[in-house]
């Protein structure tokens, strides 16, 4: 069994005092990195002026380790609250990146997060007043994967496992990312990383700026219009489904299908009886549906349960089975395993899912 919580990607710096409830998610009210004061999460969607969030970012920028931290202080929070007669468990991790970028980032990821991290927040009391609190979140293990990986370990080995041959498609919003799996691996050759839906969101901006007034809106409040598909302005609901729908087809047309027709051939078609969509992106009906008339004739489409936490329940999956396959897996770097809760931290563009694999 995995429990998985998620919070939206999003900071703003503040040296604000905000005497108001604490975050229902992080169970905090701001983060401290580097002497400086963070909103995280619903915390600065809500009380932020320009929450923002950064696309793709390296485990050395100080974005990274802002959510990074963030994720292991609600990890900690959910491993303390089902910990058995009050044990204190040591943090076995797996995360992972974009395939694209997964070279790049695997050594950088495996240093910040195997020395033991000191998180300092700030907690609201009773009265609203904030005080500074610090945790120590100690990691015995640390694992670093492509995140198409992560989402295949959740297909084949989560709740329902799927079998045979089928084809992933990772509609993330930063990138999006597919490949062929069989039940002796992924094939390399099929493998791709494009853009993600962030590409239709800036298509839907540009439609709608053509006809309204929409402020200074941050990527991340964009993105929220265009997956509720409108909003107020002016106190009246604009409906903007037309746009949405608009900046999906080109989308599909100008990105996913030129990489499907230069790295998925007939072949791989024939192979694979199955094509699984994750991300949040999948969320989006209109582009399922795209993905139903291209290729409904040719493979069952389907969506995986809650798509935007499949890599980080495969992480997870991964953490736990590490230990006994880490002979001869090119992926593990297990070290001790004793006494350890096993996690899964997805850190998406859009949101941050931490999974926990239940003891």
Known sequence: MVKTFSFPSVYESTIREYYTSNDPILG?????????????????????????????????????????????????????????????????????FPYATYQL?????????????????????????????????????INVLPEIVGCDYAIRKGENPTDGNFIIVSLGYGTCECVVSTPNGLLNRTLFSTHGISYAVDIFTQELSKSSFLGLKTGHQMDQIFTKGGMYLDRKHKDFSEEKK???????????LPAFSKYINDSDFELCPKMILVGGGAYNQELVNLFNEEFGEVCSISVYPTPERCASIGYAIFSKHTDNERNGNEFASSYDTDGCAYLGIDIGNANTCVSVLEQ
């Not at 608009?246 to 996913?256: D, E, M, Q, T």
């Open 246 to 256: 608009k900046s999906l087809r080109l989308y599909f047309n100008n990105v996913i």
């Open 105 to 141: 980032n695997k050594d950088n990821a495996i240093d910040f997060y195997k020395s033991d991290c000191v998180i300092t927040t700030y907690k609201a009391d009773e009265n609203g007043n904030q005080n500074p609190d610090q945790k120590l979140v100690p990691i015995c293990n």
């Open 28 to 96: 905090f009210s701001k983060i401290k990195i580097d002497d400086s004061d963070y909103l995280v999460g619903l915390q600065a969607l809500n009380e932020g002026v320009s929450p923002h969030k950064s696309l793709n970012a390296s485990p050395t920028d100080r974005e990274y380790k802002l959510i990074a931290h963030s994720a292991l202080f609600l990890a900690s929070n959910i491993v303390s609250n089902g910990a058995k007669n009050g044990n204190s468990l040591k943090y076995s991790i797996t995360t992972g």
